[in-house]
């Protein structure tokens, strides 16, 4: 018998087959693929996916399933879950507002003032994100952002 690497679970998932995990990169949402025993019960839509290898553990809060299907062969049944991290309900937020406008001297029209660490708290707290650090946020920068979901606002 194989050693066990390691677990995978997510809420209403019996038994792990086997698991993938490709991590995105930026705003784009990591992705698990994970091929499951065949089981009665429901597999939530959203919730945690928990890993741990060799006594160490990681967490994904807030992970939604994307889609599921069923392969069937002679010998085994096996349905497979694709699922997304919480960056995936990044794309269907959307912020508004006109910060650092500039008179034609170039200074700072008064009310739109913001520090880039301001600006970035903002577009984090529209994301759903806590706990972050915005300190690397250095340069202020005119922006209009009307209908503009926070992930395109940051880049």
């Known amino acids: 018998m194989a050693d066990q690497l390691g677990h ?7 038994q792990v087959r086997s698991c ?13 693929h994970m ?22 553990g990681v967490s994904f809060p807030n992970c939604v399933v994307d889609r599921a299907s069923m392969n069937l062969t002679q010998r085994l049944q096996v349905v497979t ?24 001297d170039g200074t700072i029209q008064s009310g739109t003032e913001q520090t880039p660490q301001q600006l970035a708290e903002k ?21 209009r952002l009307i209908g503009t979901t926070p992930t395109l606002a940051m880049n």
């Open 81 to 104: 879950i694709k699922i997304f991290d919480r960056r995936i309900h990044w794309k269907y937020k959307v912020v508004n507002g006109y910060y650092n406008a500039r008179f034609a």
């Open 8 to 14: 995978v679970s997510f809420p209403g998932v019996n």
């Open 35 to 56: 091929r499951i025993v065949p089981q009665t019960g429901a597999i939530l839509s959203s919730g945690t996916v928990a890993m741990s290898f060799h006594g160490t």
């Open 123 to 143: 577009l984090l707290d529209a994301m759903g994100e806590f706990g972050y650090d915005v300190l690397h946020f250095r340069i202020r920068t005119t922006r």
């Open 20 to 32: 993938t995990y490709t991590r995105g990169l930026g705003t784009l949402p990591d992705v698990f």
